[in-house]
């Protein structure tokens, strides 16, 4: 059986006065795929960022692995040893660094040595399938491109966890597709836990084994895929199980 | 503010015999007072509508004349009232009242200041999103865009007015030329003339209290809308709009405002240099200050960018904290430049001479020349900043990539256009301030427009007008450069 990666107790966030995060409890088991669903304003990216380092909650524990990283308002693991790489809704490459310039900074906080920092990033290139575009800056790449530079700096962190804040958004519905598989084949391949907010069935359908659907800053349903949209608690669930059927009819008709 | 503690103490504990409030500086005064309350209107009149129509529509000329619009803010007040009084002289109409006294000082001063609420405006206007203007355009056409435009920018225009007001109140160049009494005039005839520190210190003190009491309730009441059109947001800003007659009406408008403001007196400053040329002892002067000139004004900008730059990141996140720092840095733009500098004076006569390195010095100028423009600094590095996307730094903290590294990796470098045009800003307003210039500098080392305004009274035309054409060209040189560089880095990082 899989190990707990992930432990999230009790947690309170408040933005500006108002409570996103409202005693929530949260497991991630290691290789799993999560996906978070959610009005907007639930918590949902909060949450990604409390897992990440990025926030810390006024109250409740996160425990990454077995080890506390946040406890009581108080952060004790920071984000780079929590072994959690990010996809950022706008990328976040850093636009005047090449290709590799991203890499090579995005693997400076691990501190390896010459050799072993350029074979990680050769490795990560050619396993991204970005070897041809390693001399190029952000600006001058297709979305697409963007996406797998991004997803490459991710992964050369070699992360227990991954967690993917609606990255597809500016993509058209070819390149999503594509982009999506090659995560797919890639968490195989590596074995990483993933985390997905997004509002698009068929990203979740393609990415993730178990859903988890927040309201009012809480968990209302949680578990593998069959069995949440099947029993659904929350109107949101039912809602996203009609549009998950509705796009696999579709889907069916068009082929 | 540390200098001006010695001051406020030596104002106290001075030996001056004379008072404070005579006749003669309560007369000034109020002149002051009015001066600066028509300057605001006058520029406030012109400012806020050629502002507007300049940020809603496309017209002939666009880049060169909204660059031209900025340069009078940028030169002292005695540059163009040099120029001024040269027609006036020479070729100026006898039937037609020619500028000075009052008059000329509220003409040249309200050009001078139009640029404030002119870019004020601009900056609100921009903050508008392309859609709300659409849609405005939709519903009533050019009349409605104008009007919801004008609702939108007033605040901000009218705060940059009277700050533009405000700043009328240290500068003595244009009233000294014209004969006008002023309480800039005041103080600095107290110190140069009258050799009297305490008075000056006193008068200086009398008209800080009444700057910060004339920007504390804007402050108050308009910091937030200011902080809006000054800060920059993640919009999709207004696209400049033709329109056959308004398009005209904005190019006019500017090309007249430029004409008064800056190409007219310039030929006022040709016509003795061409007469008498005096290239020879003017590049003498020039060589000699040019040193100087370069350490007081390159110093007061790696000072003020160098402030700035720490204050816009460590507020980067705390939008209190911005409000706050900005609050302060136009309350520190506001006061008179006098101010610290009398202060830094004062310091100077009480420190041991061990310390004159730093207290009479080359250096002290740059350094107080750099605080005094560092709020200048401090919008420009926030405007900045604020484009930034915060998820750079939340990548890099997810990497673990160190502080320094990623600041001199990503941000500094992305930062560099910014830095340089603010680099560039405070030099050429720094060169500018002949108060804080003319108090300090140590004896034997001159800036360029300090030696103008020194050799003004008794020197050949021809010299003189050489000098200011140099000058002008220089400025206009810098701020050319300004406009150039971010298309540079741009076309450097597609």
Same mark, same amino acid.
């Given at each position: 059986?899989?190990?707990?990666?992930?432990?999230?107790?009790?947690?309170?966030?408040?933005? +500006?006065?108002?409570?996103?995060?409202?005693?929530?409890?949260?497991?991630?088991?290691? +290789?799993?795929?999560?996906?978070?669903?959610?009005?907007?304003?639930?918590?949902?990216?909060?949450?990604?960022?409390?897992?990440? +380092?990025?926030?810390?909650?006024?109250?409740?524990?996160?425990?990454?692995?077995?080890?506390?990283?946040?406890? $009581?308002?108080?952060?004790?693991?920071?984000?780079?040893?929590?072994?959690?790489?990010?996809?950022?809704? *706008?990328?976040?490459?850093?636009?005047?660094?090449?290709?590799?310039? $991203?890499?090579?900074?995005?693997?400076?906080?691990?501190?390896?040595?010459?050799?072993?920092?350029?074979?990680?990033?050769?490795?990560?290139?050619?396993?991204?399938?970005?070897?041809?575009?390693?001399?190029?800056?952000?600006?001058?790449?297709?979305?697409?491109?963007?996406?797998?530079?991004?997803?490459?700096?991710?992964?050369?962190?070699?992360?227990?966890?991954?967690?993917?804040?609606?990255?597809?958004?500016?993509?058209?519905?070819?390149?999503?597709?594509?982009?999506?598989?090659?995560?797919?084949?890639?968490?195989?391949?590596?074995?990483?836990?993933?985390?997905?907010?997004?509002?698009?069935?068929?990203?979740?359908?393609?990415?993730?084994?178990?859903?988890?659907?927040?309201? *009012?800053?809480?968990?209302? *349903?949680?578990?593998?895929?069959?069995?949440?949209?099947?029993?659904?608690?929350?109107?949101?669930?039912?809602?996203?199980?009609?549009?998950?059927?509705?796009?696999?009819?579709?889907?069916?008709?068009?082929? | 503010?540390?200098?001006?503690?010695?001051?406020?103490?030596?104002?106290?504990?001075?030996?001056?015999?004379?008072?404070?409030?005579?006749?003669?500086?309560?007369?000034?005064?109020?002149?002051?007072?009015?001066?600066?309350?028509?300057?605001?209107?006058?520029?406030?009149?012109?400012?806020?509508?050629?502002?507007?129509?300049?940020?809603?529509?496309?017209?002939?000329?666009?880049?060169?004349?909204?660059?031209? !619009?900025?340069?009078?803010?940028?030169?002292?007040?005695?540059?163009?009232?040099?120029?001024?009084?040269?027609?006036?002289?020479?070729?100026?109409?006898?039937?037609?009242?020619?500028?000075?006294?009052?008059?000329?000082?509220?003409?040249?001063?309200?050009?001078?200041?139009?640029? &404030?609420?002119?870019?004020?405006?601009?900056?609100?206007?921009?903050?508008?999103?392309?859609? !709300?203007?659409?849609?405005?355009?939709?519903?009533?056409?050019?009349?409605?865009?104008?009007?919801?435009?004008?609702?939108?920018?007033?605040? %901000?225009?009218?705060?940059?007015?009277?700050?533009?007001?405000?700043?009328?109140?240290?500068?003595?160049?244009?009233?000294?030329?014209?004969?006008?009494?002023?309480?800039?005039?005041?103080?600095?005839?107290?110190?140069?003339?009258?050799?009297?520190?305490?008075?000056?210190?006193?008068?200086?003190?009398? @008209?800080?209290?009444?700057?910060?009491?004339?920007?504390?309730?804007?402050?108050?009441?308009?910091?937030?809308?200011?902080?809006?059109?000054?800060?920059?947001? !993640?919009?999709?800003?207004?696209?400049?709009?033709?329109?056959?007659?308004?398009?005209?009406?904005?190019?006019?408008?500017?090309?007249?405002?430029?004409?008064?403001?800056?190409?007219?007196?310039?030929?006022?400053?040709?016509?003795?240099?061409?007469?008498?040329?005096?290239?020879?002892?003017?590049?003498?002067?020039?060589?000699?200050?040019?040193?100087?000139?370069?350490?007081?004004?390159?110093?007061?900008?790696?000072?003020?960018?160098?402030?700035?730059?720490?204050?816009?990141?460590?507020?980067?996140?705390?939008?209190?904290?911005?409000?706050?720092?900005?609050?302060?840095?136009?309350?520190? @733009?506001?006061?008179?430049?006098? @101010?610290?500098?009398?202060?830094?004076?004062?310091?100077?006569?009480?420190?041991?001479?061990?310390?004159?390195?730093?207290?009479?010095?080359?250096?002290?100028?740059?350094?107080?020349?750099? @605080?005094?423009?560092?709020?200048?600094?401090? %919008?420009?590095?926030?405007?900045?900043?604020?484009?930034?996307?915060?998820?750079?730094?939340?990548?890099?903290?997810?990497?673990?990539?160190?502080?320094?590294?990623?600041?001199?990796?990503?941000?500094?470098?992305?930062?560099?256009?910014?830095?340089?045009?603010?680099?560039?800003?405070?030099?050429?307003?720094?060169?500018?301030?002949?108060?804080?210039?003319?108090? &300090?500098?140590?004896?034997?080392? !001159?800036?360029?427009?300090?030696?103008?305004?020194?050799?003004?009274?008794?020197?050949?035309?021809?010299?003189?007008?050489?000098?200011?054409?140099?000058?002008?060209?220089?400025?206009?040189?810098?701020?050319?450069?300004?406009?150039?560089?971010?298309?540079?880095?741009?076309?450097?990082?597609?």
């Amino acid at each position: 059986m899989n190990r707990t990666l992930i432990r999230c107790r009790g947690l309170v966030s408040r933005i +500006g006065g108002q409570l996103v995060l409202n005693g929530l409890d949260l497991e991630i088991l290691e +290789g799993e795929s999560v996906a978070f669903l959610g009005k907007s304003g639930s918590g949902k990216s909060t949450l990604l960022w409390i897992v990440a +380092g990025l926030e810390v909650p006024k109250q409740g524990e996160v425990q990454i692995a077995g080890v506390p990283a946040t406890k $009581n308002g108080r952060m004790v693991l920071p984000p780079s040893r929590r072994g959690v790489a990010m996809l950022f809704q *706008d990328l976040a490459l850093w636009p005047n660094l090449t290709v590799t310039g $991203n890499l090579r900074l995005g693997l400076s906080g691990l501190r390896l040595s010459r050799e072993a920092l350029q074979s990680r990033i050769q490795e990560t290139v050619k396993l991204c399938g970005i070897d041809e575009l390693i001399h190029r800056r952000p600006g001058t790449l297709s979305g697409g491109q963007q996406q797998r530079v991004a997803l490459a700096r991710a992964l050369a962190m070699q992360p227990k966890l991954l967690l993917l804040d609606e990255p597809f958004g500016g993509l058209d519905l070819l390149t999503k597709e594509t982009i999506i598989r090659e995560i797919g084949r890639l968490k195989s391949l590596l074995g990483f836990s993933l985390v997905l907010v997004t509002h698009d069935p068929f990203e979740v359908r393609e990415l993730c084994q178990s859903l988890a659907v927040l309201e *009012d800053g809480r968990i209302v *349903d949680r578990g593998p895929f069959d069995q949440v949209t099947a029993n659904a608690n929350s109107l949101l669930a039912k809602a996203f199980l009609e549009q998950l059927l509705e796009s696999k009819s579709t889907k069916r008709g068009r082929m | 503010m540390a200098p001006v503690l010695p001051l406020i103490a030596n104002v106290f504990g001075g030996e001056s015999t004379r008072l404070v409030w005579s006749r003669a500086f309560g007369d000034s005064l109020v002149n002051s007072l009015l001066l600066a309350s028509g300057v605001a209107t006058f520029s406030l009149l012109i400012g806020l509508p050629l502002g507007l129509l300049a940020a809603l529509y496309r017209f002939p000329g666009r880049s060169p004349l909204l660059l031209f !619009q900025a340069l009078p803010l940028l030169l002292p007040s005695f540059l163009l009232c040099i120029g001024w009084s040269n027609l006036a002289a020479s070729v100026w109409p006898t039937w037609f009242p020619a500028p000075s006294g009052f008059a000329g000082c509220l003409f040249v001063l309200g050009l001078q200041a139009v640029p &404030l609420p002119f870019f004020g405006t601009w900056a609100a206007c921009r903050n508008l999103t392309a859609s !709300q203007i659409d849609a405005a355009r939709l519903h009533g056409g050019e009349w409605v865009v104008l009007r919801q435009s004008v609702r939108f920018c007033l605040p %901000v225009a009218v705060l940059a007015a009277v700050l533009a007001g405000i700043l009328t109140l240290s500068d003595p160049g244009a009233p000294l030329i014209f004969g006008c009494r002023s309480v800039a005039v005041e103080i600095r005839s107290s110190f140069s003339a009258l050799y009297d520190f305490t008075l000056a210190g006193r008068q200086c003190l009398v @008209l800080a209290g009444l700057v910060i009491l004339l920007i504390l309730p804007m402050m108050i009441v308009g910091l937030p809308s200011l902080a809006t059109a000054m800060l920059a947001r !993640q919009t999709r800003p207004v696209m400049p709009y033709s329109h056959r007659v308004l398009s005209w009406v904005t190019m006019l408008g500017l090309v007249t405002v430029i004409s008064l403001g800056i190409v007219i007196p310039t030929l006022g400053l040709c016509l003795p240099a061409v007469k008498n040329p005096m290239l020879g002892r003017a590049s003498e002067k020039l060589l000699v200050t040019s040193g100087t000139t370069l350490f007081f004004t390159g110093g007061a900008g790696v000072t003020a960018i160098l402030l700035a730059l720490c204050m816009a990141l460590v507020t980067a996140k705390d939008s209190r904290l911005r409000l706050f720092v900005l609050a302060v840095a136009f309350m520190l @733009l506001a006061l008179p430049p006098a @101010l610290a500098a009398l202060g830094v004076l004062r310091m100077a006569t009480d420190a041991p001479a061990q310390l004159d390195w730093i207290t009479r010095s080359r250096l002290s100028v740059a350094l107080i020349l750099g @605080l005094r423009f560092f709020p200048i600094a401090t %919008v420009t590095m926030m405007r900045a900043v604020g484009s930034l996307s915060p998820s750079w730094t939340d990548a890099a903290l997810v990497h673990g990539v160190s502080w320094t590294r990623f600041h001199f990796r990503v941000i500094v470098p992305l930062l560099m256009p910014s830095i340089a045009v603010g680099l560039l800003l405070v030099m050429v307003l720094s060169a500018a301030d002949i108060t804080t210039t003319h108090l &300090l500098q140590p004896p034997g080392e !001159q800036s360029l427009p300090v030696a103008i305004f020194t050799v003004m009274a008794n020197s050949p035309e021809g010299l003189v007008a050489s000098l200011c054409l140099v000058y002008l060209l220089s400025v206009i040189l810098l701020l050319v450069a300004a406009s150039l560089l971010p298309r540079f880095w741009r076309r450097r990082l597609p």
